[in-house]
């Protein structure tokens, strides 16, 4: 009997892991480097907080030189960093894209 429970729990752990929120695995020191990283380079400056959400300002040449993946990844690091599910890419303070839970709008 103990066993089948076990099992049972076992089996509903599992699925909990699986089926997670990303922000539950969010490593924010990771994240944050990452971004620190990116930031030194001159391509963006660290997310700033505007009246919905946060925005990450990039130079044109990031822009237009990042592939969908690499704007992905920068807005995933960047709402782990500052806990935000909602990042817009900015321009000149013009919004370019905006990410909801990590998914472009």
Do not use: H, N
Not at 17 to 31: E, G, H, Y
Not at 55 to 66: D, L, M, R
Request: with cysteine.
């Amino acid at each position: 009997m103990t066993l089948q429970i076990l099992k049972r729990a076992q089996a509903v752990a599992l699925g909990l892991a699986i089926f997670a929120s990303p922000a539950l695995a969010c490593d924010k020191p990771a994240s944050t480097d990452r971004i620190s990283k990116v930031v030194a380079k001159g391509d963006i400056q660290r997310p700033t907080r505007i009246s919905e959400g946060f925005a990450v300002e990039v130079t044109e040449k990031f822009w237009t030189s990042a592939d969908a993946k690499q704007k992905q990844e920068i807005v995933a690091d960047a709402a782990c960093a500052v806990d935000a599910s909602t990042i817009s890419f900015t321009k000149d303070r013009s919004v370019l894209q905006t990410y909801r839970d990590g998914k472009p709008q």
